[in-house]
């Protein structure tokens, strides 16, 4: 099964629809609108000055927040649509930036530059096969002393969903909408894998970096699951029998030598 052009035209399909979304506001962010949420920025503190990676960054939004921010930005995503758009969307803003059209581990095999972060976020991981290949990717894109940043939602909410918490050897295989607002019914089939947090943690400690911090959030920034409820200053959130369920997750880990 070719999964990656499975999954590459699926996104190219969202994409489209993502542009003209609410839920991605895009006219907000040309105007000056910061795509990032508090609980990257807080983790991530100070970025102006340094060079900074950011795996699967769809059409570019957070890039470019870095990149509004100060950073020195190259964004990595699989989806040719997602590129040209981010692209578009430098120019439109004036800002600098390095867009590149490739899967996160065959970027991994050929990429030879070294940044101060790399940083992901946001429902990634499902969409990876192998975590290893993955942890390596950025491993090698690390200077040594330089940090990992990232923040997924929590597999826990899959669980209650119907997935698998743990990994299994076959991906779930369906044919799935998008999440945004805008929506209009149009499917397209999806390939996913399931990755338990213990999972992930080891796939980075195999590659040598340090785990530096892990949290976990009961909220989410994004509306974009069924049953959840708002929350005023915090997010959204969600119940199961009366307590709240783990939406998000952190981690920052070092490369050490």
């Not at 910061?34 to 769809?58: A, D, P, R, T």
């Not at 779930?172 to 894998?193: A, F, H, L, R």
Request: charged share 20%.
């Amino acid at each position: 099964m070719d999964y990656l052009n499975i999954n590459k035209k699926a996104w190219n399909n969202r994409t489209k629809i993502h542009m003209k979304s609410e839920f991605y506001d895009l006219e907000g962010f040309k105007n000056g609108k910061c795509s990032l949420n508090q609980v990257e920025l807080q983790q991530m503190g100070n970025v102006k000055g340094k060079s900074l990676l950011h795996l699967q960054c769809h059409f570019g939004q957070d890039t470019l927040s870095f990149a509004h921010l100060g950073a020195k930005v190259t964004g990595v995503d699989l989806s040719s649509e997602a590129i040209k758009e981010a692209n578009l969307l430098k120019e439109i803003l004036g800002l600098k930036a390095t867009f590149i059209e490739s899967d996160v581990c065959e970027f991994g095999r050929h990429n030879k530059q070294e940044f101060d972060i790399v940083f992901t976020s946001y429902g990634v991981l499902s969409w990876l096969e192998n975590l290893s290949d993955w942890a390596q990717t950025i491993a090698n894109s690390l200077k040594v002393g330089a940090e990992f940043h990232m923040v997924e939602f929590h597999p826990f909410h899959d669980l209650l969903s119907g997935y698998s918490y743990f990994s299994n050897n076959k991906p779930d295989i369906e044919e799935e909408g998008t999440y945004t607002e805008n929506c209009d019914g149009t499917k397209s089939t999806i390939v996913t894998w399931s990755h338990s947090i213990s999972e992930v943690i080891n796939a980075l400690i195999c590659e040598g970096l340090s785990i530096e911090s892990f949290s976990e959030y009961p909220y989410s920034p994004y509306n974009c699951f069924d049953g959840l409820e708002f929350v005023p200053n915090l997010g959204y959130q969600m119940l199961y029998k009366g307590q709240k369920v783990p939406l998000l997750y952190s981690i920052k880990a070092r490369k050490i030598s």
